[in-house]
């Protein structure tokens, strides 16, 4: 087997490591699930109460969604940015 | 590769250091021309103003008229002290954000500025916070609830500013990002379809993070001060 260009290989891995950083959007997605479900709630206990409700609601999937955002984040640095490679490139002189 | 990176313009040689000039700084000069243009517009426009309003002067103060009564229900009575700052932050979000629309790359794309916003914010919450506790009182709180959990504590105050500008940023670097994905797709794809991401994208992403963006700062000064 020839060898891999150890570049090639970190490229490699960080496309895997962005494709597992995603994975954080579960979280988000479960969280805003939540919200919206508790808000329908309120809204059918209290209708008057609807734009309240709504503001809050919104607010808060907002909230939960930073989770999701920093797994993105991550994801969108392993992919473009490419931090590793400098250290790679370091290590070896 | 896509395009969805900071564009080099120029670059500028000050003594020995180099300055790049990038899309970003072009697109934060033109909205903020469009925001000082039209605040002057107004200005000199409602030198002669009328009793009762017309046109653009009802336009004009039914919005702060709105964005006082909504600060002050968020934040209560000192709200009104506030709500020139955030009203200003509110629009310049709002344009910025915006301003994918209209094929300017949106300043709130390049994390500098939701950075630089947010730190603005976190030394608010800083300042208000002694200024309404007294300094005893602001490090007092910090030890809440027992002496132990400071670090904590100490740390939660750090995070605040990173998941603000992290939420902005993330949220409109992920539309750009994945516009100009689609954008490279096959001509016949981009036949409307592009509409309904800018749509949600752009508008209503966008107007919901601006207001996120607006409102916590609100939510966490006013915590900061009581």
Known sequence: MESIDGRALILACSAIGAGLAMIAGIGAGIGQGYAAGKAAEAVGRQPGAKSDVQ???????????????????????????????NTYMNLIG | MTDFTIEELFVINIGDIEWM?????????MISLFLIGFSIYVNRRFKRFQEVPTGLQNFVEMVIELFDKFAVTT????????????LTLFVFLIISNLSGLVLLRPPTADYAVPLGLAIISFFMFQYYGIKAKGVGGYLKGLTEPIVFLTPINVIGELANPVSLSFRLFGNIIGGT?????YYSTPWFMNIGIPGFLHFYFDIFAGLLQAF?????SMVLLTGAME
């Open chain 2, 212 to 216: 996120v963006f607006t409102i916590l």
């Open chain 2, 75 to 86: 934040m209560g009575q000192q709200g009104k002290k506030f709500a020139s700052y955030f």
């Open chain 2, 21 to 29: 000039i990038g899309s970003t700084h072009f697109s934060v000069l």
């Open chain 1, 55 to 85: 503001s809050t609601m919104i607010v808060g999937a907002a909230i939960a969604e930073t989770t999701g955002i920093y797994g993105f984040v991550i994801a969108l640095m392993l992919l473009f940015m490419n931090p590793l490679i």
């Open chain 2, 177 to 181: 990002v994945l516009l100009s994905l």
